[in-house]
């Protein structure tokens, strides 16, 4: 007797299902408007970070300078 072959599938990802429901129910220009939506938001979120640590380095620097003079 032999044993069945076992087939080995990938269980998809959350992220994978939700791109599927997402083209379900959304047309094409609605996903690409969502995804430009979401990379503007990515980008928001990375230069309010540089933003904190520019501020950061001119306090810094500001600081040493003021003390060196004092």
Excluded at 35 to 53: F, Q
């Amino acid at each position: 007797m032999q044993a069945a072959p076992v087939r080995a599938t990938a269980i998809p990802s959350f992220t994978d299902a939700l791109r599927a429901v997402e083209s379900v129910l959304m047309s094409s220009g609605q996903r690409t408007a969502r995804r430009n939506a979401w990379t503007s938001v990515l980008e928001d979120r990375r230069r309010a970070k540089d933003r904190v640590e520019a501020q950061r380095v001119l306090e810094q620097t500001f600081t040493e300078t003021f003390t060196a003079r004092s």
